[in-house]
């Protein structure tokens, strides 16, 4: 297999100026931040850095229109997602194009991205109109008891690179039907696809004639996320990254008793069992180790396999990761993309060493790649290790493609390993045994927020709720009842008869 040609900076450069001119943005302009693709790992553009001030006219705007909007009836709120969503199917092509410019993923995958946000549109212009609260029986003769769910406030979303459009729609669709309103720091290394998104939906603002202020953009570095984690008036702050920046963030917002939906750090497994289709397990396991370059939140990190099975699946994999070809995301064929920077390759480098420090065997991948055409850019083979238990640098969670290769003797030993590390968000098993696959998604076997049976771990579509346990954090986005965190619950009793009975057989005068 061949790398093929990189695009030029400068025509990747035109391409973006492209994109955002079919969004209806000219040239951005201004300093204090600068876009990059990671496909030459060159600058492309200046634009103007949010400044602490912008940021606050930028949390009062939005809490002086949450105070229209949380009375704008759900359905009317639902006609500017429905809106939206007619926008991002229009310009599918320009927001992909964007992705793969700032992010480096396969066109595929970034026309994927888009569509997780069409979907999460129709999703929610849905729950517009299916807010519902319960009536409860009341102890009490004359008496209705009933919960009301209403608009929370402004929600603070943070967002990371890896998908830095789908997760501020799964919150900004969600929060928007709900009655709030968005002031949204994404990461500094995404700008220009941030722009575009937040300028269609001020445009679906003005086409529904919902007020703009519902939602507002900071572009800018860590100070302006923290600004807007301190700020009182911020009622929740879902915030999508690291660990290492939840626990940061936490506390902060807990200090102020705002409330925090958080999606950190993953360290998803498989378990392959011995009456696994190994055709279908093989082709799910490189999607999800290799696909989008290891940097989803969902990636496959570690593969627990039945010993008896290992040297096949060790053999067929390190076939197919030979074969993966490796280079410009633009280019038709090409499945894994750039890192998001030298500094992820470098992190990459450094736990393999690791990992063979620590009795581990590289099988396959761990190289760079295209250091010549692009030596600002991080290209790099996906890593196949065989290590001999889950050491620590199996239990931590590198953004690279790494797949660790564990093996198991019996069932429950493969269950232990897949919860013996400290993040929760997802998990899968490839078996064909029912008992096995029951027992894995059972109330004692997967802890993780998502547990899937005969498909790898990344890759969930956004109807169910998405979110992880222990240092995931614990957040629930998207769908199911994710849009209850953000909305504040109300419950009413109303006495409509002409006693006053009290609750619990109190009398009292
Ligand atoms: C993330 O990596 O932050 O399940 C989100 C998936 C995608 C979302 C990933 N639908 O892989």
Known sequence: MSDNTLLSTDAIRER?????????????EGTGLTAR???????????????????????????????????????????????????????????????????????SEALGE????????????????QLYGRTIASERPGHRLAETWHPLGVVGVISAFN???????????????????????????????????????????????????????LLGNRGIGEKLVDDPRVALISATGSTRMGREIGPRVAARFGRSLLELGGNNASIVAPSADLELALHGIVFAAAGTAGQRCTTLRRLIVQRDLADEVVDRLTAAYRKLPIGDPFADGTLVGPLITAAAAEGMRHALARAEAEGGKVLVGGGRRLADEAPDAAYVEPALVRMPEQTAVVREETFAPILYVLTYDDFDEAIALNNAVPQGLSSSVFTRDQQEA????????????????????????????????????GGRESGSDAWRAYMRRATTTVNYSSRLTLAQNVSFL
């Open 16 to 28: 973006a100026l492209s994109a955002l001119r079919r969004v209806g943005i000219t040239a951005p």
């Open 37 to 107: 693709t990671p496909i030459t790992g060159r600058p492309l553009f200046e634009l103007a850095a949010t400044t602490a001030e912008q940021a606050e006219q930028a949390v009062t705007a939005a809490q002086t229109a949450f105070r229209t909007w949380r009375t704008t009836p759900a359905p009317v709120r639902g006609e500017l997602v429905r809106r939206l969503g007619d926008l991002l199917r229009e310009h599918k092509d320009d927001l992909a194009d964007l992705i793969t410019v700032e992010v480096g993923k396969i066109r």
């Open 114 to 129: 888009i569509q997780e946000m069409i979907d999460i549109c129709d999703f929610a212009v849905g729950l517009s109109r």
């Open 163 to 217: 998908f830095p459009a789908a997760v501020w729609s799964w919150n900004t669709a969600i929060a928007l039907v709900c009655g709030d309103t968005v002031v949204w720091k994404p990461s500094e290394l995404t700008p220009l696809i941030s722009l575009a998104c937040s300028h269609l939906l001020d445009r679906a603002a003005v086409e529904a004639d919902a007020p703009r202020e519902v939602h507002r953009l």
């Open 438 to 473: 029951e027992r894995f998604v059972a109330a004692d076997g997967s802890d993780c927020g998502i547990s899937n049976v005969n498909i790898g771990t990344s890759g969930a579509e956004i109807g169910g709720a998405f979110g992880g346990e222990k240092e995931t954090g």
